[in-house]
């Protein structure tokens, strides 16, 4: 049975077919009538299931959907929810990073503690769904380092590394990745549900 992955990011969409190897993701480009959903929750879990249950709802099959971001402490845990249009426009990633950069301009290195976040939900059309969530822990560094990943990989170096998430080859940061973490944790739900 297929199941809709509720984006059209394809770099997000490479990376769950790889964490999720074994089940049929399809991407929301096989669903053009699908239009954008509006991210109006306040939390990850909450984008999470409304992308999750609209992509049912519209699909007619499970779809999985999460919503993650990067979480800095001293900005009591924003971008948070907001990371993908934290610089105002959603998915610009240059300027999101530009604008987090300058605001811990005069922050102390050792208080530049972060961690990402994910939640990821799977909704079925009949609206029963579950959600799990991940996390990883780490720190920011004050200019871009490597050419992988996406988002704020670039200045995010994982608890117990000295690379950043963009200088990791995708299989190390699938191994640790906050969205590995939760997509990992999801796949048992996926075939529980799928199966009953």
Not at 106 to 130: I, M, N, Q, Y
């Amino acid at each position: 049975m297929k199941i809709v992955l509720a984006t059209r990011n394809e770099g997000k969409i490479a990376e769950l077919r790889r964490i999720l190897a074994g089940f049929d993701i399809v991407g929301l480009e096989e669903f053009p009538s699908i239009g954008e959903i509006a991210e109006t929750g306040v939390t990850f879990e909450e984008n999470a299931l409304l992308k999750a249950h609209a992509v049912a709802q519209g699909s007619g099959l499970p779809a999985v959907a999460d919503d993650s971001g990067l979480c800095v402490d001293v900005l009591n845990g924003m971008p948070g929810v907001f990371s993908a249009r934290w610089a105002g426009r959603h998915g610009a990633d240059d300027a999101n990073l530009d604008l987090l950069l300058a605001q811990v301009s005069d922050v102390p290195d050792d208080k530049l503690t972060a961690h990402f976040a994910c939640a990821a939900a799977l909704a079925l059309p009949s609206g029963e769904h579950r959600v799990v969530e991940g996390t990883l822990p780490g720190s920011l560094v004050r200019a871009r380092r490597g050419s992988g990943g996406f988002g704020y990989d670039p200045i995010f170096v994982p608890e117990g590394e000295t690379r950043t998430t963009a200088e990791l080859t995708p299989e190390e940061k699938d191994a640790i990745s906050h969205r590995g973490r939760a997509f990992r944790a999801l796949a048992p739900v996926v075939r529980e549900l799928l199966a009953s």
